[in-house]
């Protein structure tokens, strides 16, 4: 028998044992002894070669007996394409979760650790996929199958992730989340997105906070909803309260300020659940609905005059003015328009009147007193990247792997910053700054005007000004 013969173990296309000699030779099981011992027969014995080399290993796989008469060619090439294929679907094996596996990264560690000719990436992409397709988790297609325990209900910490199930929404939150959101909430930002909610659910909503002094913006929670119920968002924010004061020896914790688009369900659920909470809907969508509308109603004499055109931005900027005169600057807008016989014009005035100065209640559009967080964008921007991540939508355990990955990059984020390892980078100013200051130089002036006691017009008519002045700006 040879002598320094390497063996290694790999398997057969259809899952049966295979021996690996000196890195040239593959050797098929074929049957066991009595002994215990196993037979493997050379893969080209049933080809036409008919080769008769076999070997013999006992239960440790040392060898008893190795003939070897091949009577065909050495297949370096097909050899290593067996071991690597057995190589990566046993890394496959190995991992708890393989969503998170990177089949690349494992191909190019693999191939330097063979040290031999290793078949090109593309050559096994394919059965690397079926292996990986093989391990992961039956798809859910339902609410109801969604199980109430799982290994990808735990953070890559260990922690719990998920806090809430029902028929209609699943919560994850995990304890860095929860003090985040216990610790964090003069400004909760909430929004859903559609793209990635998997195909048996409506959406993923989302809740992040602002941390202030490190500048940054974290996610406080993930949710999966079946519909955009009030109830349904209602029993959202009632867990995520509870589960913060729970965790907080039941002091109880109330955002100062929710964040959200102009969706009446949300906000009426969130002050059910934090009558405290001040509303605040976001600017952009403020604006974007004027926009729609303004297309529809009255875009060419927008467009082809210039008085109706300042008109029509002084109405999108009211939100940053004193609210105690938006209405007498309403007034003398419809005013001046119906002099100037402005029909379509009028008809987009009336529209903003019976959504916005009737249907709303102002205060939750208007940020005369707090500048700083105008729009929804920290909920949006989160949403474009998640949208980015999947070109189609995910099945629910690779949302779940995906978000529970996100959790833990925030957490290191946030322990970096916190601990001074990453510097904070000092915010450029934005267009908030900007606005900010110019709305504080008006109040100034209006101050000043009002303990020299002067006529309410010309308070009305100095906000009217400030509104020309913020079309420099926005």
């Keep these: ?36 011992s196993k037979v493997y027969k050379c893969t080209e014995y049933k080809k036409i070669n008919k080769c008769k080399s076999f070997i013999i290993l006992n239960d440790k796989k040392e060898i008893l007996k190795y003939n070897s008469s091949h009577n ?34 494992l191909y190019n560690k ?7 000719i290793c078949p090109e990436y593309n050559s ?34 260990g922690e719990n992730f998920m806090i809430f199930k029902n028929s209609n929404l699943i919560i994850f939150q995990s304890p860095f989340q929860a003090k985040l959101f216990r610790e964090y909430n003069d400004d909760i930002f909430v929004d859903g997105t559609f793209f990635i909610a998997p195909k048996f659910s409506y959406q993923v909503f989302i809740t992040r906070t602002y941390a202030k002094e490190l ?17 349904t968002y209602k029993m959202l924010f009632e867990k995520l309260k509870k589960n913060a004061n729970t965790c907080n020896n039941n002091i109880r914790i109330e955002p100062k300020n929710l964040h959200c688009d102009f969706e009446r369900a949300i906000s009426k659920a969130a002050k059910t659940i934090f009558p405290n909470t001040n509303i605040k809907y976001c600017i952009w969508h403020y604006k974007k609905s004027l926009e ?22 002084a109405i999108s900027n009211l939100p940053f003015i004193n609210p105690e005169y938006i209405f007498d600057i309403y007034v003398i807008i419809k005013i001046k328009s119906i002099k100037n016989n402005y029909c379509q014009f009028l008809k987009f005035l009336e529209y903003f009147y019976k959504t916005y100065l009737i249907d709303y209640d102002m205060k939750i559009w208007n940020y005369y007193n707090n500048i700083e967080h105008i729009t929804n ?13 999947f070109l189609t939508k995910p099945s629910f355990y ?48 209006e101050a000043k005007l009002i303990d020299a006691k002067c006529d309410r017009n010309k308070i009305i008519n100095l906000w009217f000004d400030c509104l020309t002045n913020l079309n420099n700006i926005i």
């Design 110 to 116: 693999i191939s330097k650790e063979m040290g031999l």
């Design 398 to 445: 690779e949302l779940i792997d995906k978000l529970n990955e996100l959790e833990h990059l925030s957490y290191y984020d946030y322990q970096r910053k916190i601990r001074g390892i990453w510097k904070i980078k000092k915010r450029a100013i934005n267009k908030a700054n900007e606005i900010s200051v110019l709305i504080e130089r008006f109040k100034s002036i």
């Design 292 to 313: 729609i509308k303004k297309n529809k109603l009255c875009y060419n004499e927008v467009k082809n005059n210039n008085n109706i055109f300042i008109y029509y931005k």
């Design 124 to 157: 096994i992409k394919s059965q690397i996929s079926r292996n990986l397709n093989k391990k992961l988790p039956s798809n859910v297609t339902t609410f109801a199958e969604i199980p109430s325990e799982s290994e990808y209900y735990k953070t890559k910490r």
């Design 377 to 389: 964008n920290a909920s949006e921007s989160l949403n474009n990247y998640l949208n980015n991540l």
């Design 72 to 105: 065909h060619p050495e297949n370096e090439y097909d050899v290593s394409l067996s071991i690597m294929k057995h190589k990566i679907k046993d890394g496959i094996e190995k991992s708890s979760i393989p969503f998170g596996i990177k089949i690349k990264p």
């Design 215 to 231: 500048d940054s913006f974290y996610t406080t929670s993930f949710a999966i909803l079946k519909n955009k119920e009030q109830e």
């Design 1 to 36: 028998m040879e002598e320094n013969l390497i063996i290694d173990i790999s398997e057969s296309n259809k899952g049966k044992e295979q021996i690996i000699i000196n890195k040239k030779y593959k050797f098929n099981f074929s049957y066991k002894r009595k002994d215990n």
